[in-house]
């Protein structure tokens, strides 16, 4: 086994890399995280994480921080722009580099999207600076890029594609939109069939996956982290109300009837018309397995209504929800 004892975290306090860093402490990690300071810091009195103030746009507050820990390993959580990405591979050279990437870096198509056989969005200079949603996809592509010209280089790079990301803590409420709407009403829209299949994976089984490809992943390599076993939307919600002890009307609406109230399909979460699976060999090779989905969905369900959690701003209201409902009951 590696004899890797000290990791630095570039973000950690949010959600993914804060749930990574809990993982990398369990394992016996003494941990830093480098954040600018702009969100409450969940780990300020807590033994064994340290944090170093610093902004990852600027190389001098890595290079301070590298400095300061001298870290085995390094997980970039918040790298967004390919030159941001290409500045800590150099200067977190001396240590193993996991980026926290996405399977949005795919060009959609394949089914499954495979790490070393579907290929990755382009992505040309303008777009590297953007912060639209549309160059999301190609800005993580290229950033995977960047590890792997790093790792041709020497650097032990690697790059870990997590699908859609559900649990505690989660701040962009996604999941939250449906377990809201299960806790609170007995009947609730689906768009299409109720079919629509987007993979996902438990925050807490990323957390695992990053610390796996830490200690054991091959530089130069991608892994996808998704759950083993996938599920539809209108089985989510099965899941969420078993987790909550109620129950649930799943009412699936058309393209067409939706239209009818102006409502469009991507108006809902977790939403995709089309198959968005991953393969998840490479990883679960390296001996990761994921949660079983009614597992985490309950961890994830009792968490958001704990927290009182109800959607992204955006989401479909339910005054037009019901219109659509009480529409379809002829």
């Not at 103030?53 to 001298?70: F, I, K, N, P």
């Not at 709407?181 to 957390?207: I, N």
């Not at 830490?214 to 083993?228: H, I, K, Q, S, V």
């Not at 060999?281 to 961890?299: D, I, N, Q, R």
Request: net charge negative; with cysteine; charged share 25%.
């Amino acid at each position: 086994m590696p004899s890797f004892d000290t990791a630095l975290f570039v973000g950690g306090t949010r959600f993914v890399g804060r749930h990574a860093v809990e993982a990398f402490r369990d394992a016996g990690y003494a941990v830093t995280t480098v954040s600018r300071g702009t969100h409450d810091d969940p780990f300020a009195d807590r033994d064994g994480v340290d944090n170093y103030t610093g902004d990852r746009t600027v190389r001098a507050d890595l290079a301070a921080a590298r400095d300061a820990v001298e870290p085995d390993v390094v997980v970039d959580c918040v790298g967004l722009h390919p030159p941001e990405v290409r500045a800590a591979t150099d200067v977190f050279a001396d240590s193993r580099y996991v980026y926290v990437s996405s399977g949005s870096a795919y060009v959609p198509g394949d089914v499954p999207m495979r790490e070393d056989e579907t290929a990755l969005h382009p992505c040309d200079p303008e777009q590297e600076a953007e912060d639209s949603p549309e160059t999301y996809g190609p800005r993580k592509a290229e950033c995977d890029r960047a590890v792997f010209a790093a790792a041709e280089a020497g650097v032990e790079a690697m790059a870990v594609r997590p699908m859609l990301v559900q649990g505690p803590h989660d701040y962009t409420e996604r999941f939250g939109y449906w377990t809201n709407r299960v806790a609170e009403h007995d009947r609730v829209l689906v768009p299409g069939d109720g079919g629509s299949l987007l993979h996902r994976v438990s925050v807490r089984d990323l957390a695992a996956a990053l610390l796996l490809v830490a200690e054991e992943g091959t530089p130069g390599e991608a892994y996808n982290a998704a759950d083993r076993s996938a599920y539809t939307l209108d089985t989510s919600l099965d899941l969420i109300a078993d987790a909550l002890d109620t129950d649930v009307e799943v009412v699936t609406a058309s393209e067409r009837e939706l239209a009818a109230h102006g409502v469009d399909p991507t108006a809902f979460p977790l939403y995709t018309p089309d198959p968005m699976l991953v393969s998840t060999e490479k990883l679960a090779a390296l001996g990761w397995a994921s949660t079983p989905p009614a597992e985490s969905v309950a961890e994830t369900a009792r968490a958001h209504v704990d927290a009182g959690v109800t959607g992204p701003a955006g989401s479909l209201d339910r005054e037009t929800e019901d219109a659509v409902l009480e529409s379809l009951r002829g």
